[in-house]
């Protein structure tokens, strides 16, 4: 399995950018889609954005237009972070925002989460 470790996260007003950053170790080379999904408090978790190796990038309608995913720089190869850029954000966007590494076969790895807060 991955180990992946989120930062980034922190108090931004309505209408502001974070970038948050996931940076993956371990077994990395099994790992075909990364992804961020979130969660607020008494709410499912919701699946924000996915990207594979070669860079193919989705995302609920939610956040379409607002947050971009990205990998780092070497396309087809193993991923050692993916980004969340995240403007024009929304009170209704607060949660624990989760960075998930996606193996072709097996578990997928978790990381420890990071809070994002969107309040005046």
């Known amino acids: 399995q991955a180990h992946l470790v989120e930062s980034g996260g922190g108090l931004v007003q309505p209408g502001g950018s974070l970038r948050l950053s996931c940076a993956a170790s371990?077994?990395?080379?099994?790992?075909?889609?990364m992804a961020w999904y979130r969660q607020a408090p008494g709410n499912q978790r919701e699946l924000v954005a996915t990207?594979?190796?070669?860079?193919?990038?989705?995302?609920?309608?939610s956040v379409k237009g607002r947050f971009t995913i990205s990998r780092d720089n070497a396309m087809n190869t193993a991923m050692k972070a993916v980004y969340l850029q995240m403007n024009s954000l929304k009170p209704e966007d607060t949660a624990v925002y989760y960075c998930v590494a996606k193996p072709a076969l097996g578990a997928d790895s978790w990381g420890q989460g990071t809070q994002v807060t969107v309040s005046s």
């Open positions: 990207i594979t190796r070669s860079g193919s990038t989705n995302y609920a309608d």
């Open positions: 371990g077994n990395i080379f099994s790992i075909s889609v």
